[in-house]
């Protein structure tokens, strides 16, 4: 299976949201239901996507930790992978008083 990056899943997002509240599959009523099915598995807390947009929103306000795994139910290690994979897409983030936020 080839790995996608953070980036490259939220462009894909987007584009699919985009192309939705458009009416970009108006012709296609199974293209319209497989892109719906994708952007509602992508917002999911079960797809790492889905995982990486929750841990944004909690960055925004700051988050510990702690806060992150109990939020996502991943385990420490995994949340430090998430953190770089965000890092590595070019998001700022700053730790501070044991929060870490987005700069």
């Known amino acids: 299976m080839q790995?996608?990056?953070?980036?490259?899943?939220?462009?894909?997002?987007?584009?699919?949201?985009?192309?939705?509240?458009?009416?970009g599959f108006a012709g296609s009523a199974r293209q319209k239901k497989t892109?719906?099915?994708?952007?509602?598995?992508?917002?999911?807390?079960?797809?790492v996507s889905g995982r990486h947009q929750l841990l944004t929103n909690l960055l925004r306000r700051g988050a510990s930790i702690e806060e992150m795994i109990k939020a996502t139910g991943s385990s420490r290690r995994t949340i430090f992978r998430y953190l770089n994979h965000l890092e590595e897409a070019g998001v700022d983030l700053s730790l501070n008083e044991g929060k870490y936020r987005l700069k």
């Not at 790995?3 to 009416?23: D, H, N, P, V």
């Not at 892109?35 to 797809?47: H, N, Q, W």
């Open 3 to 23: 790995k996608t990056s953070f980036l490259q899943s939220q462009t894909i997002l987007r584009a699919l949201e985009f192309a939705l509240a458009k009416g």
């Open 35 to 47: 892109a719906e099915t994708l952007v509602k598995d992508m917002k999911s807390t079960r797809s």
